[in-house]
């Protein structure tokens, strides 16, 4: 009794399904944030107004901005120069979630912030 092989329409079809299937998973877990490839990277994000923010952007399906950190101008003392320090964007006054969505158009550029970024340091030392 002989055994059939499959036929090559078969094997090309279940290749393609399974492609496809791939594909649609890599996806969801992008947007779901469990994208498999490597850890999440922190980012610099200026927008066209100049502000600079930092956190976790995610380009898919929107751009979003997570873990949102940004500078801001500390008053100075009589005598003292102003300072600055980093800022979560959920201790603003008006008290907003630490997420911010971004139209693609008032993006001005990003960039990975390096390992060795005093921001970074700064942000994963609980500020």
């Known amino acids: 009794m002989r ?6 329409k078969i094997l090309i079809y279940t290749l393609i399904v399974a492609l496809i299937l791939v594909c649609i998973y890599l996806g969801y ?4 944030e469990n994208f498999p490839f490597g850890p999440k990277k922190w980012q610099a994000v ?5 502000d600079v923010y930092y956190g976790h952007l995610k380009t898919f399906p929107c751009c979003k901005l997570t873990d949102v950190y940004y500078i801001q ?3 100075a ?9 980093l800022a979560p964007l959920n201790s603003m006054f008006f008290g907003p979630e630490n997420v911010m969505y971004l ?9 990975d912030l390096s390992k060795d970024s005093q921001i970074k340091k700064t942000i994963e030392a609980g500020i």
């Open 77 to 85: 003392k009589e005598g003292e120069r102003p300072g600055i320090q």
């Open 103 to 111: 139209n693609k158009d008032q993006i001005l550029w990003w960039a």
């Open 29 to 32: 877990a992008y947007g779901k």
């Open 46 to 50: 200026q927008l066209i107004n100049s």
């Open 73 to 75: 101008q500390v008053p």
């Open 3 to 8: 055994i059939k092989k499959p036929s090559k």
